[in-house]
């Protein structure tokens, strides 16, 4: 089993800056990837980012490629998401989540196994 706890949450207005941390623990040697998602009331929850245990690959919605970052400190078992340039649009709650199997699919959520409890972003405009 994994835990997953987010934190860094919080009301920002437009064109400001977030860093959101998800914190693992438990088995977290078995982890292939971790990702973040989002959703926003109403919506569906989609894939904002994933980076590989590794941390050499990560992958990003188009939405939000050249916005935010995605990095991981294994000592630390904390995975981040830096959330730079916000928008009205990225009001979500934000979902950690974790996956132990390889093989694509690093935007799907049905591949993770191991989901946080979530924490609110809301943009002003």
């Known amino acids: 089993q994994v835990q997953l706890v987010e934190s860094g949450g919080g009301l920002v207005q437009a064109g400001g800056s977030l860093r959101l941390s998800c914190a693992a623990s438990?088995?977290?040697?078995?982890?292939?990837?971790t990702g973040w998602f989002r959703q926003a009331p109403g919506k569906e929850r989609e894939f904002v980012a994933a980076?590989?245990?590794?941390?050499?690959?990560?992958y990003y919605a188009d939405s939000v490629k050249g916005r935010f970052t995605i990095s991981r400190d294994n000592t630390k078992n904390t995975v981040y998401l830096q959330m730079d340039s916000l928008k009205p649009e990225d009001t979500a709650v934000y979902y950690c989540?974790?996956?132990?199997?390889?093989?694509?699919?690093?935007?799907?959520?049905?591949?993770?196994?191991?989901w946080g409890q979530g924490t609110q972003v809301t943009v002003s405009s």
């Open positions: 989540a974790a996956r132990n199997t390889y093989g694509g699919g690093w935007n799907d959520g049905a591949k993770y196994g191991y």
């Open positions: 980076i590989l245990w590794t941390g050499r690959s990560t």
């Open positions: 438990g088995r977290t040697f078995s982890t292939s990837a």
